[in-house]
T-cell receptor, first 113, second 113 residues
Framework: KQEVTQIPAALSVPEGENLVLNCSFT??????LQWFRQDPGKGLTSLLL?????REQTSGRLNASLDKSSGRSTLYIAASQPGDSATYLC????????????FGKGTKLSVIP | DTAVSQTPKYLVTQMGNDKSIKCEQN?????MYWYKQDSKKFLKIMFS???????INETVPNRFSPKSPDKAHLNLHINSLELGDSAVYFC????????????FGQGTRLTVV
């Protein structure tokens, strides 16, 4: 059974710092991996999607990497801003015909002005 | 236009009542899901429908009954509500295969009193 772990559970950094959020999964046979952002009381916003054949994806100040063989993904946020404060969730899809995402418990990020 | 919309956003009801949450997606996706986010913010799959057919039914009490009248809609009906049903329920959709990952609604915060 696929399990997804995110470390740390919470992170507080001063504005302007670069930071890395970690995600690990137990079954390396994933189809893709998706990073989401969740603001308090809000839904999930998709940030980046990495297919199993890809090593990384970039969007603005965000860069997500994927190392399938070791069961790891990282989300790098450059020059953090207070507006980046949110909970970041990692989710994996096991196969093309899989109809579910398995989520980690998230990392709650606070960027201090 | 909202890609995945669910109503209501908030729902407060008494124990024993029956309630429904509606979900609609305008993305042309063929797969829709219901996820439950508990008090610890952990997201877990409840149901998945592909082309109106039930694909995944996790260990969910049979008081929960999903209904998919067409590919764009997946509603969730809950009978005899219990205190433990209080949570945030998220609807999501995706397309089979690679696509662009899953898209989530804004969530319905259900409070059973």
């Amino acid at each position: 059974k696929q399990e997804v772990t995110q470390i740390p559970a919470a992170l507080s950094v001063p504005e302007g710092e670069n930071l890395v959020l970690n995600c690990s999964f137990t079954d390396s046979a994933i189809y893709n991996l998706q990073w989401f952002r969740q603001d308090p009381g809000k839904g999930l916003t998709s940030l980046l999607l990495i297919q199993s054949s890809q090593r990384e994806q970039t969007s603005g100040r965000l860069n997500a990497s994927l190392d399938k063989s070791s069961g790891r993904s990282t989300l790098y946020i450059a020059a953090s801003q207070p507006g980046d404060s949110a909970t970041y969730l990692c989710a994996v899809k096991v196969g093309a015909g899989s109809y579910q995402l398995t989520f980690g418990k998230g990392t709650k990020l606070s960027v201090i002005p | 236009d909202t890609a995945v919309s669910q109503t209501p956003k908030y729902l407060v009801t008494q124990m024993g009542n029956d309630k429904s949450i509606k979900c609609e997606q305008n993305l042309g996706h063929d797969t829709m899901y219901w996820y439950k986010q508990d008090s610890k913010k952990f997201l877990k799959i409840m149901f998945s429908y592909n082309n109106k057919e039930l694909i995944i039914n996790e260990t969910v009490p049979n008081r929960f009954s999903p209904k998919s009248p067409d590919k764009a809609h997946l509603n969730l009906h809950i009978n005899s509500l219990e205190l433990g049903d209080s949570a945030v329920y998220f609807c999501a959709s995706s397309v089979t295969g690679r696509g662009r990952g899953a898209f989530f609604g804004q969530g319905t915060r259900l409070t059973v009193v």
